[in-house]
Nanobody, 121 residues
Framework: QLVESGGGLVQAGGSLKLSCLAN????????MGWFRQVPGQDRQFVAL????????DYAEFVKGRFTVSRDNDKNTAYLQMNSLKPEDTALYYC????????????????WGQGTQVTVSS
């Protein structure tokens, strides 16, 4: 089970930090992905971090603004979002995939319920 938190309403240029708590003792064996979805649109990849925390990858539209991290001792992954733009408004999901990371949402085994991020202009 994955539980996201940290979403909310923020003005453009502001910051939010999303958390994803995993209720799984083997969290350190899972790569974590962050995805987002706007109503009426496909879910899109945002960022990922591998199971060791040594490899990260970002969608082009968030590079330099978002940072993904994890704390395996706390079974938690994070997405720090800075310089937020109105177009970042979406429902953000975290997902877990056994070992090797992937940008493909179909490769993920577990999903959270999502947390809403709204950026006002």
């Amino acid at each position: 089970q994955l539980v996201e938190s940290g979403g909310g309403l923020v003005q453009a240029g502001g910051s939010l930090k999303l958390s994803c708590l995993a209720n799984k003792a083997t969290f350190s064996s899972y790569s974590m992905g962050w995805f987002r979805q706007v109503p009426g649109q496909d879910r899109q990849f945002v960022a990922l971090i591998d199971w060791r925390g040594s490899t990260t990858d970002y969608a082009e539209f968030v590079k330099g603004r978002f940072t993904v991290s994890r704390d395996n001792d706390k079974n938690t992954a994070y997405l720090q979002m800075n310089s937020l733009k109105p177009e970042d408004t979406a429902l953000y999901y975290c997902a877990a995939k056994y070992y090797r990371p992937s940008r493909n949402e179909e490769d993920y085994d577990y999903w959270g319920q999502g947390t809403q991020v709204t950026v006002s202009s």
